[in-house]
């Protein structure tokens, strides 16, 4: 079974702070995805990566970065978190193929609340 | 326009009855579709990718027109555990989806 895991399913953090949400995934898939998920937006992509060191930006990247230093884990830094960041956000990977794209499994989500 | 678009619902149907659900694509080179599901609080799995000829699982049938640019999901026999948000996700290359925002759809004894 592939297996997304993510480090907190709930979050508390004030605004201001650095924060650190890490997700790991043990099927050797290349790639990896964080989105945020909120009520009547759906799920946004915040970045990807593709490969180890890689990193592209998806639709909504501000006030966010990532780190992805191996293959089968991939970080979202919010650099200072704002309270319009509070969200769930969810991890993804994929395989790699050419030209297409695959099916994702997601982890199961950090519900990040900023006060 | 939206990328993709879906009908936000809620969908109420009877246990039994037939219900189908659309999502329209704005990128006519989009070569990935998929319909994927989630239960409330939980993370979206992928429930059946859609291909050029359609394709059918059990009671779910997926299908694709290109010409008009949606894709469909028609479930038949509805279950009351078929409940969750139906969402749609396409792919327009290079590794991403978009995703719509969701069909929400409710099963009624």
């Known amino acids: 079974d592939v297996k997304v895991t993510q480090s907190s399913r709930y979050l508390v953090k004030r605004t201001g702070e650095k924060v650190f949400l890490e997700c790991v995934q043990d099927?050797?898939?290349?790639?990896m995805f964080w989105y945020r998920q909120d009520p009547g937006l759906g799920l946004r992509l915040i970045y990807f990566s593709y490969d180890v060191k890689m990193k592209e930006k998806g639709d909504i990247p501000e006030g966010y970065s990532v780190s992805r230093e191996k293959k089968e884990r991939f970080s979202l830094i919010l650099e200072s978190a704002s309270t319009n960041q509070t969200s769930m956000y969810l991890c993804a990977s994929s395989f790699l193929t050419s030209e297409q794209s695959n099916e994702q499994f997601f982890g199961p989500g950090t519900r990040l609340t900023v006060l | 326009r939206k990328e993709v678009e879906q009908d936000p619902g809620p969908f109420n149907v009877p246990e039994g009855a037939t219900v189908a659900f659309n999502c329209t694509y704005s990128?006519?080179?989009?070569?990935?579709f998929f319909w994927y599901r989630q239960d409330c609080r939980k993370e979206p799995k992928l429930l059946m990718s859609v291909y050029s000829s359609g394709n059918e699982d059990g009671r779910f049938t997926a299908q694709l027109n290109r010409a008009s640019q949606y894709i469909s999901l028609l479930i038949r026999d509805s279950k009351l555990s078929d409940s969750a948000t139906y969402l749609c996700a396409v792919g327009g290359g290079y590794q991403k989806v978009t995703f719509g925002t969701g069909t929400k759809l409710q099963v009624i004894p």
């Open positions: 990128n006519s080179a989009s070569q990935s």
């Open positions: 099927m050797d898939h290349e790639n």
